[in-house]
């Protein structure tokens, strides 16, 4: 092997080039590319939302089910992960309106000058006696009801922003809407679940 050869940098594919390669010449080769690259990261989101492992495979296979029989639709225009995020929360939301499923999300309320009060997750300590586990316990169950009562929008943003810690700019472009819409919504969002939980926090 010469100089030259051994420089020679084998770059990936681009999602736009898998998504060419899987239309036009009907590639499964090349769509199963594109679901190693997104598959986790898509089911990690699913789950966050239904908090339940079986649907959120199931909605995780059928996100990409779908997407693969319409994938020609793909234009490029946006990622292909906020194409497929798209497809996810439209099946989500079917699934809940059949199912009258609402997503659990175990969290807490944290103050945070720097976010506006974001929702942060607050998992068990091993340091804690019985009684302030029990405590902890209880405590999450009252925001996790909270948090399932917030409608959809305000469940989803507060998903996105504060669990899945996405900027402001990446939530505009996977929900379509400003960002200026983003952030009011969100306030709107933390107000509203405080508002539930006054008790726990005066």
Known sequence: MGPRDSNKVTQDPSDSELVRQAVDQQSSAAFEELMSRYYERTYAVIFR??????SACDLTQETFLKAWRGLASFSGES????????????????????????PRVVASLGESERDGGAVVIDPSSPHLGPAEESQRSERRERILGAIQSLVPDFREIIVLRDLEKK??????????????????????????????LLDLFE
């Open 49 to 54: 939302m239904v908090r339940d492992q079986e």
């Open 167 to 196: 900027s402001y700019d990446d939530i505009a472009d996977l929900l379509e809407i400003p960002v200026g819409t983003v952030r009011s919504r969100l306030h709107r969002a933390r107000l509203e679940l405080k508002a539930k």
């Open 79 to 102: 990622a292909f992960f906020t194409w497929i995020y798209r497809i996810a929360r439209n099946l989500i939301s079917s699934d809940f309106r059949k199912m009258r499923v609402r």
